[in-house]
């Protein structure tokens, strides 16, 4: 069992800034990467950011220069900065932790864990 609790979503102005952080716990020591997705009703779930275990990080276009991921190992924390934030990032957001686990035929699977998703609003 993967528990992801998501917290710091809400109502901002264009321009401002929110901070998402994202707890894990449970079953997570294979865990290789964690990252936040976003999805507006009736798209598809794309991702925002991620970060590997080793720091290595990945962004969407959309969101270069503007948003920040972050996490502390030890606590098993990610965080996602997210600045001069506009309209078009109005989404519900998930944390996503992804996991290495080797199946019974003896070949690397990666299952993924979602958390509930926070609702983000970018509107004056």
């Known amino acids: 069992q993967v528990q992801l609790v998501e917290s710091g979503g809400g109502l901002v102005q264009p321009g401002g800034s929110l901070r998402l952080s994202c707890a894990a716990s449970g079953n997570i020591r294979s865990a290789v990467a964690m990252g936040w997705y976003r999805q507006v009703a009736g798209n598809e779930r794309i991702m925002v950011a991620s970060i590997t275990t080793g720091g290595s990080t990945n962004y969407a276009d959309s969101v270069k220069g503007r948003f920040t991921i972050s996490r502390d190992n030890a606590n098993n924390t990610v965080w996602l900065q997210m600045n001069s934030l506009k309209p078009e990032d109005t989404a519900v957001y998930y944390c996503?932790?992804?996991?290495?686990?080797?199946?019974?035929?003896?070949?690397?699977?990666?299952?993924?864990?979602w958390g509930q998703g926070t609702l983000v609003t970018v509107s004056s």
């Open positions: 996503n932790l992804r996991r290495r686990v080797l199946s019974s035929d003896r070949r690397w699977t990666y299952p993924e864990h």
